[in-house]
C-alpha cells in the first residue's frame, strides 16, 4: 500500500522549527527517530501533509549531568545514547536499563527517549521509571518555554499536555534524594522486542529499615501510565518489610484498570501489577540499602 505524500524539512533551530509547525498547522507533525511515527503513516493511521524533523537543530541531542541539576535528557538524544551513557548509568542506572531494554538494537539507534514519551503509549517503557524519579518535561512554544511534571503530561493514549505547536525540548530529572534506589519490571509476549503489557518503575527512599518516600508507577493497566498514590501511602513512613510490600503491590493491582488487548488480557495485567510491583519495590529497597 503506498505511504501517502507529505513535505519533510529539517530546521536548524528550536525558533526555525516552531515557526514550521505554525505555518504547517494541523497536517504537521514532529519527528524524531520515526519509528513510531513512521509505522502509523504506513498503516495509514496518520495522513501528515508535513512532517518537522528535529534531527538537524543543533545540541538538541545533549545528554548533560551535575549534581546539583541532575540529568538533562535532549530531544534528540537516542534510546541507545541514554543507555550506555556514564553518568546516567551511575546515577540513573535504572533510568538506562529501561531505554537499553527498550525494543531492539536497530530501534534504539533511531528512537529517542523524548519520543517515547511524546508518543503517550500507556505502555512504552521508559516512562514508569522517568516519572517514579519526578522528571518534568522542557517544552518550547511560541508564547515561550514551559515545564510540565511527567505526572500530568500524559492525559490519554497517544494524548498528551502539548498545546498544538509546542515541541519538547529535553527531559529533565532531579538529582537522586539521598538512600534512594529504583527498579524497573516489565513483563512482554515477545521478551522486550514489542511493547510491555505490564511495566512497573518504583523509586524508594530508606532511612535504616524505613521507607521515608516512594513512588510507584504502573504502565499500559489505564489508559496512561498512573501513579498508585493508595500502595504509596501505605509503605510510607513504615518500616518496609516483606509483609508490607505484598500489601502495597495488592493495593496497587487493585488501582489500576487494565483491559484485554493483543498483548495480555486483564485479569493476567491485575495479577502481574502485583508480583512485578514486588519485584520492584524488592529491587529498590535493595538499592537503597546498598547505598547506606
Ligand atoms: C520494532 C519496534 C519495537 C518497539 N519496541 C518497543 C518497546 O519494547 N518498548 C517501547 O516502549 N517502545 C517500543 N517501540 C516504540 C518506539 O521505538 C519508541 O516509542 C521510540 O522511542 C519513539 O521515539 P522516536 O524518536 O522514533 O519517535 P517518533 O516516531 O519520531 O515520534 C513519536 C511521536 O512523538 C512525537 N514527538 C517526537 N519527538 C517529539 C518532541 N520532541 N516534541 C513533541 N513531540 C514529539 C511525534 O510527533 C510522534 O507523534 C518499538 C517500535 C518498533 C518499530
Redesign the pocket.
Known sequence: MPVSRFEYIAPKSIEEALAALARGGKET???????????KIRHRMLFPRLLVS?KGIDGLNAITFDRKNGLTIG?TAL?ADVATHPAIRRYYPTVAEAAG????VQ?RN???????L??A?P????IPTLMAMDATAVIAGPEGYRRVALDQFFQGPGLTA?AAG????AITVPPPPAGSGTAYHSI?QRS?????AVGVGAMVVMKAQDCTAVRLVVGACAPVPMRTHKAEKMLTGKPMTDALVRRAAQAASEETSPITDVRASAPYRWKMVSVLTIRALTDARKMALRKQ
Open positions: 507533525r514532529i519527528i524524531a527517530g520515526g519509528t513510531d511515527l513512521l509505522v528535529l530531544a534510546l531494554s527498550t525494543a531492539n530501534v533511531m528512537g529517542t527517549v523524548v519520543g517515547n511524546c508518543n503509549s505502555s512504552a517503557d521508559n502539548l509546542e515541541i519538547v525540548t512482554s522486550k522486542l514489542d511493547c510491555s
